[in-house]
């Protein structure tokens, strides 16, 4: 039996436990007097498995009933060899049992110190949980992902009002690249330190991912925190010196103020990194702002987004889609369906999909609706083969669906799984995927139609480098955006331009699609450029997929005028 630890001895204790813990983190800590074998534990230990209070004696001993009973052995030695002095410290493994009966998989790691005659002390060192989500960053030291999400939880719960920002260095993966990982490491931990000393403190500070932060204050405006942006925006872009290489960032960032608190988390985090994107992609990394307060509109927005979102959570309920016919520039016969998504509940009606797909692309959830939508459309094209059996279902896709690793794989997927002839399939792509990397792209275009799927590049000359799209990526179809065609009856210049885009797609082997036919005067004009296919509200508006089959069930010219 031990003394009973003196008052002396019990606060000596205490410091030495403290200063362990002020560097500890995320880990749990112990420190054992081993004179009294008197120790003091962290409570967040204590509380995940029950143990009976922070100071203990024999704590050893009662640490052991929790360890798996195979691993005890192993255990009981190395602390044997420890209090014995046979051995300085340990480093080992093992399963605890929390209350639950479970196990968590905990490392621990600890030494010992002697006093002055060379006696054993202390031990003390650190548990680490495997099964618990860590909180810190390793390569930054600021509270990561899983620390921001908690701590903007817990602010919501209490209805705290925040400002939250997002900011990110543009062209990480270029100065990687060039210069080197460490070099991009030490620009990140230098960001970091940067918003930390700058901005808020380091409880406010996070690591999200890649090279994206964000802040958390509670205390400054958004005009404050907008004025702070500016500063270190210049101090980045002015450049820093990191070894031997000299180097100047752009920063991108977004801002949301938080008054209003029926959202969840989740779509705080979307409408925050909807102003990042939308300073990285359209506003040269200007700060933007979500909303400067969430009254009226902007909050039924943010309100109606929120439904929208939950809804994929919610087994997409309120997603369906409804179909448009592509037919044949010749013949007028029905050839193919493009697939559109549409939103509905009671409370907010019908919304179409340029009102949220734009903010939802950003979304991690934005895949699996990707997934839903692909689906959905393979099992209702099955239906419309079997009335018109050469029919193409067209289906829109989002950068963030093909960005997602793995993502031919999902289509091979649910292909299978559908039982649907992927040669009937054209997937479609905007002009906002040149955003993405062009090999990623480039990959992905090549392996999809390998496999027999046809790719489609939408609303062609609407954005930027079309031309150098169209070359470098080959592509079934190119489908013409109905801005250029629109005034194509009156205007010779949509002519003269319509004329080039069908040479172009020709000289590239691919089909031209027009869309946006809405007269029979438009239709007359076009067919004569040799264009494949046309789709418009002239033909049909798009239809839900029983009206599709009711028409088609009379043949395949249902929609000729
Ligand atoms: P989009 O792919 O260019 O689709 C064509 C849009 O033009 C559709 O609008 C369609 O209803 C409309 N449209 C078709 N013919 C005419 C016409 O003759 N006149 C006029 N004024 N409009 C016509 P919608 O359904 O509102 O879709 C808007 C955009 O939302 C789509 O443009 C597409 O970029 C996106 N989208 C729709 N469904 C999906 C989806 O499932 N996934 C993804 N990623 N994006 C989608
Ligand atoms: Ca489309
Ligand atoms: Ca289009």
Redesign the pocket.
Request: charged share 30%; net charge negative; glycine share 10%.
């Given at each position: 039996m031990n003394d009973q630890i003196t008052e002396e001895a019990k606060s000596r204790l205490d410091k030495l436990f403290e200063s362990y813990a002020i560097i500890a983190e995320d880990t749990y800590v112990y420190l054992c007097d081993m004179r009294y074998d008197y120790s003091r534990w962290s409570k967040a230990l204590v509380d995940t498995f029950d143990l009976p209070s922070e100071y203990m004696y024999n704590a050893g001993g009662i640490w052991e009933e929790h360890i798996h009973p195979e691993d005890r052995k192993a255990y009981r030695d190395g602390l044997d060899a420890i209090f014995s002095g046979r051995q300085e410290g340990h480093d080992m493994q093992y399963r605890a049992k929390r209350p639950d009966g479970e196990y968590d998989i905990c490392t621990c790691r600890g030494i010992v110190i002697t006093d002055d005659d060379g006696k054993p002390r202390y031990f003390g060192g650190a548990i680490r949980n495997l099964n618990q989500q860590s909180y810190i960053d390793t390569m930054t030291g600021l509270r990561n992902q899983y620390g921001f999400f908690s701590d903007l939880k817990s602010y919501i719960k209490n209805k705290t009002p925040i400002r939250i920002g997002m900011a990110g260095i543009g062209k990480l993966t270029e100065v990687n690249e060039v210069y080197g990982y460490h070099v991009g490491n030490k620009i990140l931990q230098h960001f970091g330190r940067y918003l930390m000393d700058n901005v808020t403190n380091r409880g406010g500070t996070y690591r999200l991912d890649g090279s994206r932060f964000a802040i958390i204050s509670t205390l400054q405006s958004e005009e404050e925190l907008a004025e702070s942006y500016e500063e270190i925006r210049a101090h980045f872009r002015k450049g820093i010196r990191f070894d031997d290489v000299f180097i100047n960032m752009e920063l991108n960032a977004g801002i949301l103020s938080l008054d209003e608190f029926n959202v969840d988390d989740q779509t705080v985090y979307a409408c925050l990194n909807f102003a990042y994107q939308e300073s990285k992609r359209h506003k040269h990394g200007d700060l933007v702002s979500f909303r400067r307060d969430l009254t009226g509109e902007n909050r039924k927005r943010l309100e109606k987004l929120n439904a929208i979102r939950s809804s994929i959570t919610n087994g997409f309920e309120g997603f369906y889609l409804v179909y448009?016919p592509v037919v044949d520039a010749m013949t007028e016969k029905v050839i193919g369906a493009?697939?559109?998504?549409r939103w509905k509940s009671e409370e907010y009606g019908i919304v179409?999909?340029?009102l949220f797909?734009p903010f939802l692309e950003t979304d991690p959830l934005f895949p699996e609706l990707?997934e839903w939508?692909l689906m959905t459309a393979l099992k209702d094209g099955t239906k419309l083969a079997e009335h018109v059996p050469d029919i193409v279902i067209n289906?829109?896709?989002?950068y963030a669906q093909i960005e997602k690793a793995g993502f031919t794989d999902t289509v091979w997927n649910i292909v299978k799984q559908t039982g649907y002839d992927p040669e009937k399939l054209c997937l479609?792509v905007?002009e906002r995927c040149r955003l993405l990397d062009m090999e990623l792209l480039r990959n992905v275009i090549v392996t999809l139609r390998a496999g027999g799927v046809r790719v489609a590049l939408?609303?062609f000359g609407t954005g930027f480098s079309s031309v150098g799209l169209v070359k470098n990526l080959s592509f079934d179809t190119i489908k013409i955006d109905?801005s250029f065609v629109q005034q194509i009856e009156q205007d010779e210049r949509e002519k003269r331009l319509l004329n080039n885009f069908t040479d172009m797609a020709g000289t590239f082997g691919a089909d031209v699609c027009v869309?946006?036919?809405?007269t029979s005067g438009m239709c007359d004009i076009i067919k004569g450029y040799g264009i494949h296919s046309f789709?418009?509200?002239?033909y049909s508006?798009?239809i839900s997929i029983d009206e599709f089959l009711e028409k088609v069930k009379s043949g395949a010219d249902c929609f000729a005028r």
């Open positions: 448009q493009e697939a559109l998504l179409p999909p340029d797909i990707g939508i289906v829109n896709l989002s479609e905007t939408d609303d109905r869309e946006g036919i809405e789709q418009g509200y002239y508006k798009p």
